[in-house]
């Protein structure tokens, strides 16, 4: 595969005029001219930028990154990496040298301790980079796909999160089944092999054609030929499209394929370059003697530090530092550094002259109009803006995409919900069973407490047959010393709630509560039948107003240590205050006079309880 650098896109013009730019070709092969324009003496390279076309940024650049886990050793140390958009980088290392690290920080999973990673020119986690979103295809080395779902269900669901919609989804899936060889798509994920797995979570994340694609370490445990053709792939999605690839891999040799290689070790990086460049610097055939070489260069350059007891600002050899300053063509038109971000492939010059080329960025740029090559003769080229409508310009006009995320979250949940039948009667019978306990230990009224009572009323309560009370009227209102009014609300109390115990004072009645014998007492005062009468204008003897009033309440002491019984007592005792007046207005009609009636009978509204 060519280089992008090498790419016709980045070729000078012909014949160029002094400061002017042209853009000659697209990379994806549409030969088209595209306008030219004229760069004044007093124009920079930046103005051009903000102001000719939408400029093209890296998909990933990270800045002086250093991370640590919990304070212990360094992972990422002084870390400089620049993606250029429309290629294929793939990051090497040895195993812990911190490339899913570094990955997992270029997809917002986890953060930097200082420096900085723009994807598309932001921050990950901010809505502007895409990402996490549908502009990033993320394979981690973890595999965590649902082992409940089919391979279909796994795929419409990330379809969906991505706010594809279903022929698009069944498009991708059939090609991704195809392609990746994967099982029937009705396999579930959990019975799967740890390679076919693999291939699963290769496909979810090419599935919505991701702008950006970082897989890491895709080709573990596949075979070969399958190796082959995911790199095929790879470099057909870079090359037909805008999609940039970022991959970790061991096999070190498959990353000849790719245009760029990152060399890691202990958290730095050691080159940056094209394969080609790198074979050709270090005279070698393959790329794994250059990781090793490198690897050893590393190692005694450390040994001679720590021997010369030199800190070293461990500065990359590679990078932003060599063109931080950059005269552009034979006027003083200069990219000053923090202005406009320039990158220089030492295999991006044509000719040969490796120095010619820069390759610069801008964040106004509209990702994926691909890298501008800034040349020193004061031209630049571009690869064409316009292209087709792809999936993803197609998946980013679907405009309700918040609704489609909720429908494959609940659809998900739902099947994986179904699939676990023991833990979806779990969830549904744990709260069925706590209420029926709930109502069995503590949702029913207490019973057969023991209630003492204070009644001077001449009625015999106790005795057995002292519920028939309750059928008869309680009031004598021609001898009214008869009346029992007392014995007729006690009548009335639900015989299951209460056992009755006769108190002779209210001293003795207020011991027994304090030793626990009794729940509590109930008092009704001397003459409390009559009293009452009065209180609803029965024209009887009846003494002063403040004795009518005293005389016609009921005194309830209960105890409240324990809340939910004296609660329960309490409701009852008023409950059966009213049911007491009501059984009055039925026993009673034609008994007593109609006016002491209808005033009882509104009893239930001015309760006589003192609690
Ligand atoms: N969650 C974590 N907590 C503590 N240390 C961690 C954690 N994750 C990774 N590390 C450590 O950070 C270092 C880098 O790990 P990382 O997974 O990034 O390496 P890697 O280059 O991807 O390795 P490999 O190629 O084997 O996957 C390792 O020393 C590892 O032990």
Redesign the pocket.
Known sequence: MNNTFDNPAFEKSPSPSEHSITVTKEPNGDNEDLEMEDLSDNQTVQDIFYTTCDPPISAISVRNAHKS??K??P?LTDFHMRVPIGTIYSLL??????????LSCCVGIRKLDKGDILVFGHKPGTKESGVPGRRVGFMP?ELSIYNELTIQEALNFYGRIYGMKRDQIFESTSFLVDFLDLPKASRRVGSLSGGQKRRVSIALALIHDPELLIL??PTVGVDPLLRESIWNHLVKLVTSGRTTVII?T?YIEEARQSNVIGI?RNGRLLAEKSPEALLIEYKVTLLEDIVLTLCRQDREEKKRQRDDNVETSAKTEWGLSSITKRKIGSESTIVEEGTIVGLRYESAGKNGNNDDAIFVESPKLRPGTGVLAVHNNGHISAPLKQRRLSTRENIRMNHSTQIQKLTALLIKNFIILMRNIGFLIFIFFVPAIQVILICLTIGSDPKSLLLGVINPENCDYLSKNWRDIGKECPIDTDALENSTLSCFYLSNLPEESYILEKETSEFNALQRIQKGYTYGYIEFPRDYTSNVLCKFGGKFDCPSHDEVIAGSNIILELDMSNKQIGQTMKRIFVDTYAKTTEAIKTNCQGKIKDTILSSVADLPYTVGIIL
């Open positions: 886990y919990h212990g050793t992972v290392g040895s195993s812990g040298c911190g490339k899913t690290t570094l080395q890491d370490e970790t061991h890691m």
